[in-house]
């Protein structure tokens, strides 16, 4: 039993190294990627192209001064962006290991609780600062994420019916024959989307216009606290990714097409920001309960009656 909780808590450790050093080349990827949409060069001095550069950043921002403002609630303030980072590192132990691991039977039941802690820093970050730009920025990405937190949860349940089961590697099992891509495209796209305003990512990333609202919720955030955020939303971005590869494009974890199509999805977040314009914030809560909420309630009416009468 000891040597178990061993296993567990080490390998958890290195998957959650591992997590962090994606991030860092996640950055480097986006950078690189959106530098070459834009016609120009991205990171390339420092290192063999730029390959170091995600280091030197946060060798950078990690050795910045700590500044907090005088009228911050502080220990919300510094509390905020570390357990940000805490729950989206977390969220990884859900990665569906055949051996090793949590590998819980519940483990969408996890994602969906642990998501919903996700708001609450947001909000707290946003108000801790007492700075009016980053509580509009904070009641903003609130109001966002709660919304498609619903079309997130409806397109989970029907894959709850479709499966019978919270447990992830039902997925992998169920999938051996054909995806779930090719069976629920609509609830694919839906997902998708809902991804991209989850976590705050253009065309959705309200809760940092910089247009009307600085920075957002983190406007007051500089040095570690900034970089503490920044892994946090990207972390999210790639847990994003895996959870859409084990739902809808199968989850053998031991081959490397698992790992190339994370990498794909990460690069489809990527790909939409450098493409589609920042939408009106009224059209992004449209778009959640008048177009998402139906058509998701639908498909999950529809998964529970085959379940029912096949």
């Known amino acids: 039993m000891v040597q178990e909780y061993v296993m567990i808590s080490l390998v958890g450790l290195i998957l959650i190294i591992f997590v962090m050093v994606g991030v860092a080349f996640f950055t480097l990827l986006e950078r690189s990627v ?10 390339n001095k420092v290192g063999i192209l730029g390959i170091f550069q995600p280091f030197s950043d946060a060798i950078k921002l990690f050795c910045k001064e700590h500044m907090n403002p005088m009228v911050s609630n502080y220990l919300l303030y510094y509390v905020c962006p570390v357990f940000s980072l805490f729950l989206s590192l977390v969220l990884w132990m859900l990665m569906p290991y055949v051996s090793g691991l949590l590998n819980f039977n519940l483990g969408l039941f996890f994602f969906l609780v642990c998501t919903s802690m996700g708001v609450y820093t947001v909000m707290l970050a946003g108000w801790s600062s007492n700075s009016n730009y980053a509580l509009l920025g904070g009641l903003r990405a609130v109001a966002q ?4 937190e619903v079309s997130l949860a409806l397109v989970l349940l ?3 019916f479709l499966v019978s089961s919270y447990s992830l590697m039902e997925f992998y ?3 051996s024959g054909v995806w779930f891509l090719f069976l629920c495209s609509p609830l694919c796209n839906v997902w998708f989307v809902s991804c991209l305003a989850e976590t705050n990512r253009s065309p959705f990333d309200f809760a940092e216009g910089e247009s009307e609202l600085v920075s957002g919720f983190n406007v007051e955030y500089g040095g570690g606290g900034f970089a503490l ?11 994003m990714s895996m959870l859409m590869s084990v739902i809808f494009l199968g989850s053998d974890l031991n081959s490397m097409m698992f790992y190339l199509k994370l ?6 977040f990527i790909w939409v920001r450098g493409t589609l314009p920042r939408y009106r914030y009224d059209k992004l809560m449209y778009l959640a309960w008048k177009s998402f909420l139906p058509l998701s309630l639908n498909f999950l009416f529809l998964y529970l009656g085959l379940k029912i009468f096949l």
């Open 158 to 160: 029907s894959f709850v």
């Open 173 to 175: 099992y169920y999938q």
């Open 34 to 43: 959106l530098g070459y949409m834009h016609l120009r060069k991205g990171p």
């Open 263 to 268: 990498v794909f999805i990460a690069f489809m």
């Open 145 to 148: 994420t709660i919304s498609y």
């Open 229 to 239: 955020i920044f892994l946090s939303e990207y972390s999210s971005i790639l847990l």
